[in-house]
């Protein structure tokens, strides 16, 4: 027998460098179980084939946040920040979304009522200069 390097080795045990790494391999991490795996699977094959379905989409899937809000309070501007991004399947959303809407502008289809305009103060107040820092 030759003589090993390592005695351990030699003796049938494992370094205890190597007991570690198996230790720390990403095989014996606890795993969460993503449940919605299969639904975003589906959402990212849809394929659009058709002006009708295209359009259905677009008009189905919201551009923005709905629930996205600026109020006023008295003197004070309360704002309640968008919340899709706590749903789960946001991106395929958005992504579906996006496909529906290249469909249309690569068969010639106006999409300017699917883009929604940004949010316009009613009122015009005296904003503060913000360009100095």
Known sequence: MGTSPFPSRAWGLTPFWE???????????????????PLRQAL???????????HLLCRLIPGRCPFARTFRL?????SIPPLC???PLYEELMALRMRALDYLTTHGVDITPYLE????PSTC???ADRTRL
């Open 44 to 54: 990212n094959h849809i394929e659009i084939r058709q002006a009708q379905t295209a």
């Open 74 to 78: 008295g003197t004070y501007q309360v």
């Open 117 to 120: 305009a940004p949010d316009v």
């Open 85 to 87: 991004q706590l749903n």
């Open 19 to 37: 007991v570690f790494a198996m230790a720390t391999t990403a095989t014996t991490l606890p795993r969460r179980r993503d449940w919605l795996f």
């Open 125 to 127: 107040e005296p904003t």
